[in-house]
């Protein structure tokens, strides 16, 4: 398994902007997958985003048009741009990687709250 360490966490005011980073303890090029969800308060833990070795992404539609993903390969680290915040962006966002089908990894999470 692969360590991972979530970072950029914080309290932002609506509308604002927050970059959250996952630092890896091996070289990305070697995970298929990676990918950010996010766990509010009494809700099950969601897909955010996800990007793929071959630079491919996905993001849920809540996020559309206002996150952005993307891979720094030098740094072995997967960012999370977030633009436009809401209130109902606030939750607990967790850094995933997955290199095979059984083999999948999660960070701690790092805490985003969106609040004036």
């Known amino acids: 398994q692969v360590s991972l360490v979530e970072s950029g966490g914080g309290l932002v005011q609506p509308g604002g902007s927050l970059r959250l980073s996952c630092a890896a303890s091996?070289?990305?090029?070697?995970?298929?997958?990676m990918g950010w969800y996010r766990q509010a308060p009494g809700k099950q833990r969601e897909l955010v985003a996800t990007?793929?070795?071959?630079?491919?992404?996905m993001y849920a539609d809540s996020v559309k048009g206002r996150f952005t993903i993307s891979r720094d390969n030098a740094k072995n680290t997967v960012y999370l741009q977030m633009n436009s915040l809401k209130p109902e962006d606030t939750a607990v966002y967790y850094c995933?990687?997955?290199?095979?089908?059984?083999?999948?990894?999660w960070g701690q999470g790092t805490q985003v709250t969106v609040s004036s």
């Open positions: 091996t070289s990305i090029f070697s995970i298929n997958v």
């Open positions: 995933k990687a997955q290199q095979t089908l059984a083999l999948i990894s």
């Open positions: 990007i793929t070795i071959g630079g491919r992404t």
